[in-house]
């Protein structure tokens, strides 16, 4: 039996496996040539409670207005909602930012992280 297969034993009691968690690894290796190289690992970030009339762009100009984001690419995508909801937008951004974004004294007050 594989992984979260319920077992049957003798005595009718069902038994379940848990699943064990999959390590991913990384290739650490500098590669010289160029041509076969991996993608820079990138930090997803879900804000929610945003007014109606804000835009991406703003989202992104308020980032940048932060010194340690001036030469960093961060893009901003606005998600779907319904007119009469707040908006949300998904932010992406080099890992290495993670913690600074995370941090809820970089958001203007009552935006959701």
Do not use: M
């Not at 297969?5 to 009718?12: F, G, Q, T, V």
């Not at 848990?18 to 290796?29: A, D, E, L």
């Not at 913690?99 to 004294?105: M, T, V």
């Amino acid at each position: 039996p594989t992984n979260n297969e319920a077992l049957k034993s003798s005595n009718h009691v069902t038994a379940v496996r848990q699943s064990k968690p999959i390590i991913k690894k990384v290739g650490t290796k500098d590669n010289t040539d160029g041509e076969f190289l991996g993608v820079e690992k990138k930090v997803w970030i879900y804000l929610h409670r945003i007014k109606r009339s804000v835009t991406a762009d703003a989202v992104v100009k308020y980032v940048k207005s932060d010194s340690a984001f001036e030469n960093v690419e961060v893009s901003v995508k606005e998600l779907p909602s319904q007119e009469s909801q707040n908006k949300c937008f998904v932010l992406s951004a080099p890992f290495s930012f993670k913690d600074q974004l995370y941090n809820p004294a970089f958001w203007p007050s009552g935006v959701g992280i």
